[in-house]
């Protein structure tokens, strides 16, 4: 039913910033809520923030003070603003869409993009 695609990845220093887009190329978002993910090699995926319909946000403590998630309706977007990245932030980023009330696990998220990498170099 949704179709996400992640854009904005790519290469920053640490201290730096970056932007990262999901657009539903299919389908809509306006009805769900929209999660951000990170896998690094090795390591299990795991939950960075949501934005509910609401507008409401919540996020993992590792984040907190640093990103911001926001939504876009009418485009049709959701965003992830990570500044004062650090190396450990380095993974594949992954939007994510649920029906589910506050989603924090993988489980409860219904459709995926393919990711978007990001590196923080040191």
């Known amino acids: 039913q949704v179709r996400l695609v992640e854009s904005g990845g790519g290469v920053v220093q640490a201290g730096g910033s970056l932007r990262l887009s999901c657009a539903a190329t299919?389908?809509?978002?306006?009805?769900?809520?929209m999660g951000w993910f990170r896998q690094a090699p090795g390591k299990e995926r795991q939950f960075v923030a949501f934005v509910h319909v609401s507008l409401a946000t919540h996020y993992a403590d590792f984040v907190k003070g640093r990103f911001a998630v926001s939504r876009d309706d009418a485009k049709n977007t959701v965003y992830l603003q990570m500044n004062n990245l650090e190396p450990e932030d380095t993974a594949i980023y992954y939007c994510?869409?649920?029906?589910?009330?506050?989603?924090?696990?993988?489980?409860?998220?219904?459709?995926w993009g393919r990711g978007t990498q990001v590196t923080v170099s040191s």
């Open positions: 299919v389908g809509t978002i306006t009805t769900r809520n």
């Open positions: 994510a869409a649920s029906y589910a009330s506050a989603p924090t696990l993988v489980a409860e998220y219904d459709y």
